[in-house]
């Protein structure tokens, strides 16, 4: 009797909950923004995420092939221990960036730990407006800014297309509307020259996960941006021949 009368308002609830209308894509991205408006206001760049963990890393050593995954919330829920065992590969992703906080933080989580190679992927979140709106050259002088950052320091730039996105489910939708499959290809086209121009290594994820619609595949993401495993599985090797053209003499 105690468990049922717990339950009663809890039933009572629900059907109100169910009623609720699904929230726009406007009203998500505004939520969105509410939700990170203190971590913006306080740490624009979010610089306190890893500062104890780049404190407690040991210093590179000799021949050690040191590459930091440098991204967003694609790279930060990346298992990379598990995709890339027994490699010296540093994930310093954060959800919800955009490249003006990752260019504040990179010398912090990219140019202090020394690696020989950094795989910079963004851009997803800047055409989002996460931050607020942005032009695409102002994305693309973010860009160039971190690549001439790591170049002066000795450190191989990869850099990877932004991923395409879908929206095949209810999942998706939101995430879709705000990324326009124009604005990427002009984003990945723009990297492609550029690295082309400087000698960085274009790390083409696009190409391998887009489908024949030009959107992303259906099976490697629920969400319409994030990758599954199986999205993972693709990237990895890509990733993995990239460091080794970075890397070679």
């Known amino acids: 009797m105690n ?116 795989i910079i992927l963004a851009g997803t979140n800047d055409i989002a407006g996460n931050t607020g709106p942005e032009r695409i050259e102002d994305i693309e002088a973010n860009y160039a800014s971190m690549a001439e950052i790591a170049r002066a320091n000795h450190i191989a730039v990869i850099y990877a297309s932004v991923l395409p996105v879908h929206n095949y489910t209810p999942k998706s939708r939101n995430m879709y509307a705000f990324r326009s499959p124009a604005k990427i290809l002009e984003l990945n086209h723009w990297l492609r020259n550029y690295c082309e121009q400087t000698g960085c290594q274009y790390l083409d994820y696009f190409s391998a996960m887009v489908d024949d619609k030009g959107l992303l595949r259906k099976d490697l993401a629920e969400d319409g941006l994030h990758p599954s495993e199986a999205g993972y599985k693709i990237m990895a090797p890509l990733a993995e021949a990239a460091i080794e053209k970075a890397l070679k003499p």
């Open 3 to 118: 468990r049922i009368r717990l339950l009663a308002p809890l039933l009572l609830l629900l059907p109100a909950l169910a009623q609720q209308p699904q929230l726009t894509p406007q009203q998500a991205l505004d939520q969105y923004r509410a939700m990170k408006a203190p971590t913006l206001r306080d740490d624009f760049g979010e610089l306190a995420r890893y500062r104890d963990a780049n404190s407690a890393l040991k210093p590179s050593v000799a021949g050690e092939t040191r590459v930091v995954f440098f991204g967003d919330s694609i790279t930060d829920i990346w298992k990379l221990d598990e995709y890339f065992p027994g490699k010296p590969y540093i994930n310093r992703g954060i959800g919800g960036q955009t490249t003006p906080q990752m260019l504040l933080r990179f010398r912090q989580d990219v140019v202090d730990l020394q690696p020989r190679a950094v």
